[in-house]
């Protein structure tokens, strides 16, 4: 009992935080309509930020507080509604994209800044190690600090949203926005508002949960925690703060309560399935919380910002196109050095990769942060199946990944948009937490560091050299592209797009939404596993840090760049995640998440806007010869534009 | 072959009941369309047509009532199910897919119900070619060849590849016209068709219509424009804030004083 009561001080104090921070989200989502996934990111600066100045610098504590969260937070709050302003009516996957990208940059930043994982002392909010007894229940002030500073905020937000004329125009917004327009109140300062807020809360919650983590700070706790904060404005349907305040009460306690239980009473349960549980019961927080929200009606959406989607390259252009991938390939097995050579063999698997999210992101409109998890799933049937190395293998891969795809796809049918992305998120981590590491006997991923796997071999052609190798992932990436297409060209890419458009409309011509929509992500999914299957012929092996979320991450943004409607997008998107991944280092991130707010209002892409305005001006020069009205707006002519 | 008008109950609504929150949409309303005819539904802004389209196509579900097409039960069915069964909608706000061109808007729909098994693709297949007319009851359009002759009909000749992104709203609203009679649809559902459509579309329309019902379709018209539905309709239904007023020919409507009170009412 005693012990209980314990837990339960403990819990308390950690769902405090997360309500905290789960507020902020909340009130930047009711605000803007954006779901800011840089939440647990700007949490991490501000704490890392409030450690530098009071530990390093010796600066009082106060001071310190006064400037991360008075002075950063705000003024990053507002950077943050600048940058979004330009995407004000945007779609749903847009906002998300470019949250995305902040998150990336912030991650570089501070890896730039403290370097890589290392874990740092957070400051001292407060002196000395006092602790209070009540009734036989220890309760330190680090605790009990948080308790009031949480229900300071709660206090805060019920005054301010509902006494202030700022505060109740903020709720208005949610509920209608011309009302708003008509009570003369300006949409860009609520919403810069709702940002500051959101941001000044999630810095609060990056200080206040340091202590709790027993005294050091790393970038990945920090990031992790808010996927807690997540599942709490989840269960809050993001827009309800009460709501959203117990629920992260009651995900502070179950997390203590279950993680202590299964420590002290399962300690093999814990040992085998849960290698962290800390890092692991979050996210499957998260994933009820995603599967008890009710279905999503059908609805008509009337006309969203939408883009004309190039017109596709014929048969023969891909044709053309793909032979001209493998040539190019050759070339590059000559022309350049192993070194190169290496990432540009990466580059083409994830260019596979990319051509799986041309056809569900791209075309049908599916936002997944999960493709790459689908390509550890690949590698895991590749490395498995008859001694790891078969085309038995290769099938199975492609088979066992599409069939994940349509289990994650199976309760994400009901979903859409930014639920969908979170659902795909939380896939990923839970994958990263448990699978990947998993050392169970099991789903044992890699017997000790790696699952080994060999290189294939076909007709008596063993692709054991480099440059075989090469040839092989270039003919891959070709087949695939030309399949993409295929598939854009018929029926089936029609259906996609369809759906990506107007889902109701879709349904009211007879189409099975949901089938279609499990269709698309397992034959997306498959594509992702052949690409992990291959992933693991050109190392050798693979291993747990292979396939995290975080790659899926930069592939997917990188195809957004560069035109997620596009194969020729594919293949330039997965040559320049590979050469940021290996030759980036820090700066990746913040290249990366540069390049997406930089590009991000194009929705076509570098690509998709690029050609057919080169194709403008060559007309333009030229005005005699009109082209043919099947020419016009070819994207995807060659793989090598 | 025209087919003779048939004069059954091709779509039933039984005291069908919709609130959001505390606004009563629909109320307790019941009537019916007769097969091979054009019935006007119409009411003040806000009446609670839009939300009956979504309770008969199933984007709504209704609180409580049942929906009947053909005599057969649909109140629990799927939209696309009710697709399949033979009933097609537009919808006020243009739904359109708005990234591809007004021939593959059209080809989406035909191809969700032509599947290799369908009747008119064998047909096509055996050589007996596409229905001169496709669009009416029971004849979806089929291939390019289909989906050129629907596209005609409607008043789009030659318009197939053209992005519908930049047609003007008339055409556009007419392109989804051709989407929903793709499926070669019993009953259809047509939520302000007129709007946006300039003299001489609006006639065409008006003839479709009345062609469409001369197959043998039953077409519920929701529309504002007063000449157009005492052109084509044969019973006209009055809503207003969710109950159905009264139902008659154009002329009784004309005539009837609850039904000049409603609009007089709301209007001004
Ligand atoms: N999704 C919804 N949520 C809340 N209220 C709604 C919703 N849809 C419709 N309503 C309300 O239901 C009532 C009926 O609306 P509906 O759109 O069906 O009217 P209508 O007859 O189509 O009007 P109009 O001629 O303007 O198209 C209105 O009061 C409307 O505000
Ligand atoms: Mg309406």
């Known amino acids: 009992m005693h012990e209980f009561l314990q837990f339960t001080v403990i819990g308390i104090a950690i769902g405090a935080v997360y309500a905290v921070a789960a507020s902020g989200l909340v009130v930047t989502y009711s605000t803007t309509g954006v779901f800011n996934f840089a939440h647990g990111a700007v949490a991490m600066v501000s704490a890392f930020s409030f450690s530098e100045m009071t530990v390093t610098h010796g600066l009082p504590v106060w001071l310190a507080l006064v400037v991360v969260i008075g002075v950063e937070a705000p003024i990053l709050g507002v950077l943050v509604q600048l940058l979004m302003r330009r995407l004000f009516g945007a779609s749903v996957e847009r906002s998300l994209m470019v949250t995305l990208g902040l998150l990336l940059i912030l991650l570089g930043a501070a890896d730039e800044i403290w370097g890589g994982q290392s874990s740092r002392q957070p400051g001292q909010l407060y002196s000395g190690a006092t602790s209070y007894s009540v009734l036989g229940v220890h309760l330190t002030v680090a605790n009990l600090l948080v308790m009031i500073v949480a229900a300071g905020v709660a206090i805060f937000l019920g005054f301010f949203l509902k006494r202030t004329r700022t505060g109740v125009a903020m709720r208005a917004v949610v509920d209608d926005p011309d009302l708003l327009a008509m009570a003369g109140a300006s949409p860009a300062r609520i919403a810069t508002m709702g940002w500051i807020i959101g941001v000044v809360l999630a810095a609060v919650a990056g200080i206040l949960i340091a202590p709790l983590q027993g005294g050091n700070l790393s970038q990945t706790t920090l990031t992790l925690f808010v996927v807690n904060a997540y599942a709490a404005a989840v269960f809050g349907r993001l827009r309800n703060l009460p709501v959203t305040f117990v629920a992260a009460l009651g995900v502070g306690l179950g997390e203590t309560y279950i993680g202590n239980y299964l420590q002290q009473y399962e300690p093999g349960f814990t040992q085998n399935w849960l290698s962290v549980p800390s890092q692991t019961l979050p996210i499957v927080f998260l994933l009820i919380a995603l599967l008890i929200l009710p279905q999503d009606r059908l609805r008509a959406v009337g006309r969203a910002v939408t883009t004309r989607i190039p017109k596709v390259a014929s048969l023969g252009q891909s044709l053309v196109g793909g032979a001209a991938v493998v040539a190019l390939a050759l070339l590059a097995s000559v022309a350049l050095g192993t070194d190169w050579q290496g990432i540009v063999r990466q580059g083409l698997i994830f260019g596979i990769v990319a051509l799986s999210l041309v056809l569900l992101t791209g075309y049908a409109g599916q936002v997944s942060l999960c493709q790459v998890t689908f390509a550890g799933v690949g590698a895991f049937a590749m490395g498995k199946v008859t001694g790891g190395g078969s085309w038995l293998g290769v099938l199975a891969a492609v088979g066992l990944s599409a069939g994940v795809g349509m289990l994650v796809a199976w309760p994400t049918t009901r979903l859409r948009g930014l639920y969908l992305a979170l659902f795909t998120l939380a896939v990923a981590a839970f994958a990263d937490a448990w699978f990947f590491t998993n050392t169970n006997y099991l789903f044992d991923y890699n017997h000790s560091s790696s699952l080994l796997i060999k290189r294939l071999g076909l007709f008596g052609i063993s692709f054991e050299g480099n440059r075989a190798e090469m040839i092989l992932l270039a003919v891959a990436f070709a087949l695939a592209s030309i399949l993409v297409l295929a598939l854009r060209r018929g029926v089936f890419g029609r259906r996609l797009v369809g759906l990506s458009d107007s889902p109701a409309a879709c349904a009211t011509v007879g189409l099975n939404v949901k089938a279609t929509k499990l269709a698309v992500f397992g034959i997306s999914a498959g594509l992702a596993g052949l690409a992990g299957a291959l992933y693991g012929t050109n190392q050798g092996f693979v291993g747990a840090l292979d396939f995290q979320f975080l790659i899926s991450l930069n592939v997917l943004l990188m195809l957004v760049i560069w035109g997620a409607r596009s194969t020729s997008g594919a293949l330039v998107a997965g040559l320049c995640s590979a050469v940021l991944l290996q030759k980036g280092g820090n700066l990746s991130g913040i290249i990366l998440g540069v390049g997406v707010l930089v590009i991000g209002w194009l929705p076509n892409g570098i690509i998709g806007t690029g050609w057919p305005m080169l194709r403008e001006l060559v007309r333009d020069r030229s005005p005699g010869e009109a082209p043919a009205p099947e020419a016009e707006l070819v994207e995807d002519a060659g793989h090598a534009a | ?268």
């Open chain 2, 1 to 268: 072959m025209p087919l003779d008008p048939i004069t059954h109950m091709a779509l039933e609504v039984r005291e069908v009941s919709v609130h959001f929150g505390g606004v009563r949409a629909l109320d307790s309303v019941t009537f019916g369309v007769m097969g091979g005819t054009v019935t006007g539904l119409i009411g003040p802004n806000g009446a609670g047509k839009t939300t009956l389209f979504n309770v008969l196509s199933g984007l709504q579900t209704p609180d409580q009532g049942r929906v009947l097409l053909a005599g057969r039960e649909i109140t629990r069915k799927k939209p696309h199910q009710r697709a399949q069964l033979g009933l097609a909608r537009t919808f006020q706000r243009l739904e359109l897919f708005w990234s591809l061109s007004a021939g593959e808007n059209v080809r989406v729909g035909a191809e969700a119900v032509v599947q290799w098994w369908h009747p008119s693709h064998i047909r096509q297949t055996l050589g007996r070619g596409t229905p001169v007319r496709p669009g009416g009851p029971g004849t979806p359009a089929h291939g390019s060849a289909g989906v050129a002759a629907l596209l005609e009909r409607v008043g789009l000749g030659g318009l197939d590849w053209e992005p519908v992104d930049g047609l003007p709203t008339g055409q556009a609203r007419l392109v989804e016209l051709a989407r929903a009679l793709a499926i070669g649809p019993q009953v259809l559902l047509l939520d302000e068709p007129g709007s946006g459509l300039d003299d001489s579309e609006s006639a065409v329309l008006g003839d479709l219509l009345v062609e469409l019902a001369g197959e043998g379709m039953a077409v519920l018209l929701v529309e504002h424009d007063m000449d157009l539905l005492m052109r084509v309709c044969s019973q006209i239904f009055v809503l207003d804030y969710g109950q159905l007023i009264a139902g008659g020919t154009p002329e009784e409507i004309r005539a009837n004083p609850a039904v000049q009170a409603a609009y007089l009412g709301s209007a001004q």
